[in-house]
């Protein structure tokens, strides 16, 4: 395949994937919503072994949706430890192509050998990040992260705008 058609065929899913994602989120509750979009994100690729969506509360992470074989015993992590809450403290995307040589890495799975978190920021902070572990080494390119970083925007305006309807009106104090 020519560069131009790869090129062609990856803006082809990329929009689909996007457009899904804002039909999925627009129509459906938070959580139903998000185990929709986790389900979404996981079909992108095969390399995708475990996705999962943390959402910020106080100083943690907490695991809001997931898909993927395995349960994870991390479904809450403070902010600043392992890969999650780096990402989440530094707000940037984190790409470990060997998560054997990296101490910042909290195993979840004994099969990922890679993953890649990407941050969902809100107008003021982040507010929560996508965490993919893949079983393959060095699985994920820039061409993940440009796409999982478009996702993040999607679901950044849609928790920012649910936080503001969460919070109570003046008139209800
Ligand atoms: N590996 C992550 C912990 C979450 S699990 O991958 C689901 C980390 O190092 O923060």
């Not at 459906?28 to 929709?36: N, Q, R, T």
């Not at 479904?75 to 809450?85: M, R, Y």
């Not at 107008?123 to 970083?149: C, H, M, N, W």
């Amino acid at each position: 395949m020519t560069t131009r058609t790869a090129a062609a065929r990856h803006a082809g899913t990329d929009s689909r994937v996007l457009l899904e994602l804002t039909n999925e989120l627009s129509k459906k509750s938070i959580d139903k919503g998000l185990k929709s979009v986790v389900n979404i994100l996981r079909r992108i690729s095969e390399n995708y072994t475990w996705l999962g969506i943390y959402l910020v509360k106080d100083d943690s992470l907490v695991l809001a949706a997931y898909a993927g074989e395995g349960e994870t015993e991390h479904v809450q992590i403070p902010i600043g430890q392992g890969i999650c809450g780096l990402a989440a403290k530094q707000a940037e995307t984190i790409i470990v192509p060997d998560v054997n040589k990296d101490p910042r890495y909290l195993m979840c799975f004994p099969s990922t050998r890679s993953e890649i978190v990407v941050p969902i920021r809100g107008t003021a902070s982040v507010l929560g990040e996508i965490d993919i572990d893949s079983d393959r080494p060095s699985a994920f390119t820039k061409y993940d992260q440009d796409l999982l970083e478009q996702a993040a925007t999607i679901l950044g305006e849609y928790l920012q705008t649910q936080r503001i309807s969460l919070e109570p009106s003046k008139d209800s104090l």
